[in-house]
């Protein structure tokens, strides 16, 4: 019992106090099994210790002041950019030092990296931020106008002021073309990633090599080879037509190879209790893969309309030029919203760049709309769809208690009148 | 004595799963079909100015299809060039920001910052053109400068034409260069980088990590040893599909330089040039032989991104990471 001889008289007067004054490293301190020892007090692992919060500020302040001296006596530089970079190197530098000063270097590596890598996320979400609202607020001054959004520029010269024209026909081709090309792709999209997955083989890998191999097309060679073929050598106009063709060429190698993803992602055990019932494999594909995974289909057609929707190049090659609103998608050509953005920007006219902006944050806006119901539907697990059935299905049902507790005095006298008993 | 013998398997289908097979197939093939004409087509029309500049065109610098003058040694030079300094700026940028996500943002604030990243990537590059144009190009030239003042020295840094150390000097030498195009392009291509690294980096495994933390490791340890190797193939892996989109972007690169038909060396300095930005800039104008031209350029542009992504595939998939998906 050599141990015992350490203990505090007190146990829960050590422990008390431990917290505050830590008792020499030579004292080990174990408590008599089955004494009441107290409460613990909890202790907190994470937040900002003080010296941290100082080596972090004084950092800062030290690397602002060397970089006033280097910045207007040294080595001059202009500019809020160059300052900042500067800036940011010397605090990097100076915090590494401060922590140094009473941590070992594995500890300094791991701080330094922290505020590395967290200046690195915080700098790439603002210059994202940023982006969108330079593009926004450039654009500011033309969104306010209804006409921005019904009107051509049929009739709007380049100084006329923004209360005349808009990009009504650009809205509408976009809207023309991409549905002309989700008209080719989902059906033919689909088909080909069905195949892919329910008839394997060795041609089947070889279209899957093939359709992988062109994702890394680039879409101005996709617009190249439209305007090659459909245009030069079949004499299609200029058109809509030519541009949606172009658009989809780009965007089937997309939604192959993502709804191919998903569909191999359907449980190989829900196939096969499916044919086990005696299901056709087209029994099984309709009431089995595709409900499945139809909120991931729907995701990856959404996504692949996002990109088409966006290209510009492809649609700069095939669908010319204009400045009047055309429906028609067989002749004459048809301008799309990421075309008249590149067009409104080469004029040197402030308000037809203010144009282009507008033109772009109503492009953004469709994206985004697109993109978040794509994450609504994407969000969704089959249980969680069944889910939201079940609620439907209660909501209804409420609906028919409530509708036929109104309606029962009714009824009632019905019954009654027809029985008289 | 009675035998076992195999027994002859025999799947019969019915009309539906004949016709449903029938459909899906024709389906693939129509994909198939479409997908080796734009590739023949173009290796095609490609052969017929390949043919007539033989091998130089990988070698002359200008662009004159209709005097039989023309190669992609400019542009090709260029289009390198601008994707350097795009990997340069999208590697640190998603490598950082994909461990902040994974590791050092609030965990509250992950699904928020992923969705971000996810929609970062579907916004139209024509944006970023424009933000690039109207923005970055004035806010740089400072940066521009500074750099050439004091790190001229080393190749391609340097500016010929004006002298550094004038301060009344012309600052157009600065703007339209390989450097403002592969930033802004840089930018573009980290959303997409950025969530291939984060996916991987997510699925490092939990026992591990803790692992790790619990024999004493820092954070960084932690990373360095575990989730960095876990994830190595991701990082090269997204890093190259990054580089395939920034070889091939057109439109923010078209807005941005101002296409000159020679090498330029100098990232910093006004002049630059591209495959894609060649294409957009020429296709309207050109003649048969220009056409062909084109699509021989094309065609080395789609070779060397396709290497690029048949790399980054199989990286992906060898990498211990890449072999769950």
Known sequence: ?421 | MLTDTPRKLTIIRDRSDKVFRGVIRAGGSTVLVIMVLVGSFLAYRASQALNKAGWSFFTEQAWEPDAGKFGIAAVIVGTILIATVAIAVALPLSLGTALFITEYAPRKLRSFLVSIVDLMAAIPSVVFGLWGFFFLQQAIVPVSRWISQYFGWIPGLGVTGVDPTDPLATTTVYTSSTFIAGIVVGIMVTPIVTSIMREVFSQTPVGEREGALALGATRWAMIRNVVLPFGQGGIIGGTMLGLGRALGETIAVYMIISPVFFIQPNILQNGASSVAALIALRYGESTEMGLSALMAAGLALFTMTLIVNFGASIVVSRSRSGAAS
């Open chain 1, 1 to 421: 019992m050599a141990t015992t001889k350490n203990l505090a008289p007190s146990t829960n007067a050590l422990v008390g106090k431990s917290r505050k004054k830590r008792p020499s490293s030579k004292t080990t301190t174990i408590h008599p099994r089955g004494e009441f020892v107290g409460v613990e007090p909890k202790r907190t692992l994470g937040g900002i210790r003080v010296g941290d919060l100082l080596s972090f500020l004084g950092a800062a302040v030290a690397a602002y002041a060397l970089t006033i001296v280097l910045a207007t006596q040294v080595a001059p530089i202009t500019g809020g950019i160059a300052f900042f970079v500067l800036w940011y190197f010397l605090f990097v530098g100076f915090y590494a030092l401060l922590v140094s000063i009473d941590d070992t270097k594995t500890f300094v590596m791991d701080r330094v990296v922290a505020v590395l890598v967290s200046s690195l996320g915080v700098l790439l979400f603002s210059v994202l931020i940023f982006v969108i609202v330079f593009v926004i607020g450039r654009g500011a001054e033309a969104l306010p106008y209804l006409s921005f959004y019904t009107e051509d520029m049929g009739f709007a010269g380049p100084l006329d002021p923004l209360s005349v024209g808009g990009v009504g026909h650009a809205i509408a081709g976009s809207l023309i073309q991409i549905s002309i090309a989700l008209a080719i792709t989902i059906p033919l999209g689909i088909a080909a990633a069905v195949y892919l997955n329910e008839i394997p083989g060795r041609f089947s890998r070889f279209v899957r090599t093939i359709v992988e191999a062109m994702t890394a097309l680039p879409s101005i060679v996709a617009g190249l080879f439209i305007f090659a073929t459909a245009i030069l050598m079949f004499g299609l106009p200029k058109s809509g037509l030519a541009a949606s063709l172009a658009i989809s060429v780009m965007m089937l190698p997309i939604m192959i190879r993502s709804a191919d993803v998903v569909l191999r992602l359907v449980p190989q055990t829900l196939k096969e209790a499916s044919i086990g019932l005696g299901a056709s494999q087209w029994k099984t594909v309709w009431n089995v893969v595709l409900p499945t995974s139809r909120s991931g289909l729907t995701t990856s057609i959404i996504l692949a309309t996002a990109r088409g929707i966006g290209e510009t190049s492809p649609v700069l090659l095939t669908s010319g030029f204009t400045a009047e609103l055309n429906v028609n998608p067989l002749e004459s050509p048809m301008v799309s919203l990421p075309l008249a953005i590149f067009q409104f920007v080469k004029s040197p006219e402030p308000t037809m760049i203010a144009r282009g902006f507008g033109t772009a944050a109503v492009l953004m806006l469709l994206v985004l709309t697109l993109f978040v119901i794509a994450r609504i539907i994407g969000g969704m697990t089959p249980e969680k769809s069944a889910r939201a059935r079940r609620r439907r299905a209660e909501f209804f049902g409420w609906f028919a208690t409530m509708a036929r507790q109104l309606t029962s005095p009714i009824r009632r006298r019905i019954t009654n009148a027809k029985e008289p008993s």
